[in-house]
């Protein structure tokens, strides 16, 4: 039996966040999930969230373009 288990990574600083969630999540991939999520806030808050794998969400032209340098991500 195979469990999943949730993930949750944030960031907050300088940098851009997005880049620094991804990595966070695809460190978390071996713990087993079946959906990913980010959500990044700028002047606006922007969440993106898929089935499968992290790959679903990373490279994602609209939020590697994002420069908000706070956000959360999440595996479930």
């Known amino acids: 039996m195979h469990h999943n288990m949730c993930g949750i990574v944030g960031y907050i600083g300088e940098r851009r966040a997005y880049p620094i ?20 806030l700028n002047h606006d808050l922007t969440i993106y ?4 794998k992290v790959s679903e969400i990373a490279d994602k032209e609209e939020l590697m373009e994002n420069v ?8 479930r």
């Open 49 to 52: 969230k898929k089935k499968g």
């Open 68 to 75: 908000a340098n706070l956000g959360i991500g999440h595996t």
């Open 21 to 40: 969630l991804i990595k966070g999540l695809q460190r978390l991939e071996y713990r087993g999930y079946d959906s990913a999520g980010v959500a990044l």
